[in-house]
């Protein structure tokens, strides 16, 4: 029993607690013992915390033996965090150099929340360097393989935490979505992502990449899962001015197998991007899935989509042009020595020694795709271009909303593929930024919007995971919930695991 | 499994390359703004970056590329359309002026490179 502990979900996990037929100590050792035997092939991990997770782990257990804290379905429950999170006093790097040596001085927001609910951390997860990418291929420091097949990638952004869910070497993880970094990594490594409406979650703490789409939501291994992760990190924050003071319902209450007199919408759109025919028909046919379940489908059009992608590398890399201006090797991180022969006062013939060490750090602490990013936002940014490239931007962003409030008045939900194909190759798109950039064309759009959106395993293209993507209104997780519910409850794919 | 991959890869790439053209637009040669070096090295100055002669390069290529992308978006008439900075109504949030408590300096100085006297110690930047 013991052994296999690191195979369950969080609610087999929590039911083996309340029951007492397990201690948190075990289900700690069970996931840690499982990172020391696989982590080496996956590498999900920056860094492990394996004391950390003992101590909080046997806290647990003596809180337990108390008989309090039994019905907190995340008591005990093994979790990993993206490491662009903080956790106080343990290295969060967001897989850059500039921040190698970087412990926060805080928790974030959902840390807190997670502390407070007695999860058991057990790691911080590897990224595309500040969340920018799509492989993880981008981090600073390493590649993570995806589980289901070594020689490929997990997705990105949040690569580490989807490969390290699917592997078995935590019971959750948590991800941040800006593009589709959680939903898109989530349909690669064939588990459960969810980008929650913008202001669901405080971002306090989550270091910023572009404010105005970034957000955190859960990765799990089923649908149950991401409803109990939700409940513990939604919620106004007042750090965090964005996250929206509305009230959270139960969403365990939306558990529910029924989408009789659904509405779903079908927009062609995001099934004309090189979609794999493969990841086509199996989204194609958990729609009918839905169908026979006494749900109405019908194939729509949202015109706007096609300029998603241009409208997102326009608004993205302004915003973090602005977010990453404050890594100058000041305050923490990286800093490297100006050089020699420069001066106190710049002028317009010699540099200052402090503008040098700003240079010089951030060209030896930023890797190539960041600086593509800063360099792009700054130059979108700059007097006698913001019209022509960020107004526009905004404005297109309106007639994408729009978009989808038309939608919306006629469907529940869209569904669409979550990325139009299934994992690529290891190293396969590096030298094509665009190819690439593909990969996140059905998630950017959400983000853009504001709406939520979920990934679910649908199907498998040679042993590689197919990802199914649900949308809803804002604030309506509650129908993606049931929805993406309905659908687990009649298939089988979310029980595969890789064979590691 | 790696010849399948690399045979699979193959038509999946040239039907994105073609599929990523037509869906940001070819925009005709020359029918664009085109970063020249020295634009280049303006941004890179504003962006605070020093880049190498091969950085400025590449990046020139990839930048000029996604602008011509982005040229796609001059299609849409957006005259009357209103810009979204943001998706939720969210103006200005007010909060009392409530004194709260500060993180302690020590903490604060704790990831910092180089401190002195309770201070971050940077290059010299005012001349005596």
């Known amino acids: ?500 | 499994m790696i010849e399948h991959a690399q045979c699979y890869n193959w038509a999946a790439s040239e039907n994105q390359r073609t599929a990523f053209d037509t869906l940001v637009g070819a925009y005709p040669q020359g029918g664009c703004m085109k970063l020249t070096a020295q634009d280049i090295a303006d941004v890179a100055r504003l962006s605070r970056l020093e880049l190498t002669e091969e950085e400025k390069e590449t990046l020139a290529g990839h930048i000029n590329r996604l602008l011509e992308h982005f040229e796609k978006l001059q299609q849409l008439d957006t005259e009357a359309v209103e810009p979204t900075s943001h998706v939720i109504p969210v103006f200005n949030v007010f909060r009392k002026d409530e004194p709260g408590e500060s993180l302690p300096v020590n903490d604060v100085l704790a990831n910092a490179p180089d401190v002195a006297d309770d201070c971050f110690v940077v290059p010299r930047v005012v001349e005596t």
């Open chain 1, 1 to 500: 029993m013991t052994d296999a502990l690191y195979e369950l979900t969080i609610h087999e996990i929590h039911d083996l607690l309340r029951s007492k037929q397990v201690s948190a100590r075990e289900v700690a050792e069970s996931f840690i013992r499982r990172i020391e035997e696989v982590d080496s092939r996956v590498r999900a991990f920056i860094t492990t915390t394996p004391e950390h997770a003992l101590k909080q782990a046997e806290a647990v257990d003596e809180v337990l033996s108390r008989g309090d804290l039994l019905a907190n379905p995340l008591v005990g429950i093994p979790v990993a965090i993206k490491d662009n999170m903080c956790t106080r006093g343990i290295l969060t790097t967001c897989a850059s150099k500039i921040l190698y040596n970087y412990k926060p001085i805080y928790d974030a927001t959902v840390v807190e929340r997670l502390n407070e609910s007695r999860a058991i951390l057990v790691g911080k997860t590897n990224l595309d360097e500040f969340a920018m990418g799509s492989s993880t291929e981008n981090s600073g420091f390493f590649v993570t393989r995806n589980p289901w097949n070594l020689d490929t990638v997990p997705g990105g952004s949040s690569g580490g935490s989807a490969a390290a869910v699917a592997a078995n070497e935590c019971a959750f993880a948590l991800g941040s979505d800006t593009g589709g970094s959680i939903r898109q990594p989530a349909s690669f490594c064939g588990v459960v992502g969810m980008k929650p409406t913008y202001g669901r979650v405080s971002r306090y703490g989550l270091v910023a990449f572009a404010s105005s789409l970034d957000q955190i939501g859960p990765i799990t291994k089923d649908v149950t899962d991401c409803a109990i992760v939700l409940n513990a990190i939604c919620g106004k924050d007042p750090r965090d001015s964005t996250s929206l003071d509305v009230p959270v319902p139960d969403f365990t209450q939306s558990l529910r197998a029924d989408v009789k007199g659904l509405k779903i919408g079908v927009p062609k759109e995001f099934f004309g991007f090189g979609t794999d025919p493969e990841v086509e028909d199996a989204v194609r046919s958990a729609v009918d899935l839905l169908v026979e379940l006494g749900a109405h489908a019908e194939e729509t059009s949202m015109p706007s989509v096609e300029y998603g992608l241009a409208v997102y590398y326009i608004i993205a890399p302004a915003e973090c042009s602005s977010n990453l201006a404050r890594y100058d090797g000041v305050r923490y991180g990286l800093r490297v020595a100006p050089d020699s022969g420069t001066v106190t006062r710049q002028t317009r013939e010699a540099k200052s020694s402090i503008v040098s060490m700003f240079e010089k750090t951030r060209e030896q602490g930023f890797g190539a795709e960041v600086k593509q990013r800063i360099m792009i936002g700054t130059y979108a940014l700059s007097a006698g271009y913001y019209d022509a490239y960020y107004l526009k931007a905004q404005k297109v962003r309106t007639l994408l909303r729009r978009d989808f409030d038309k939608a919306f008045e006629k469907f529940d939900v869209l569904i669409t593929p979550t990325s139009p194909t299934v994992a690529f190759g290891i190293g396969e798109r590096a030298d094509d930024p665009y190819a690439m950039k593909l990969a996140d064309i059905c998630t950017i759009p959400a983000n853009l919007a504001g709406i939520p959106g979920i990934s679910v395993p649908c199907g498998f293209k040679e042993e590689l995971p197919i990802g199914l993507q649900i949308m809803a209104r804002g604030l309506d997780e509650e129908t993606l919930i049931r929805v993406a519910f309905t659908y687990e409850q009649h298939t089988e794919h979310h029980r595969k695991r890789p064979p590691l």
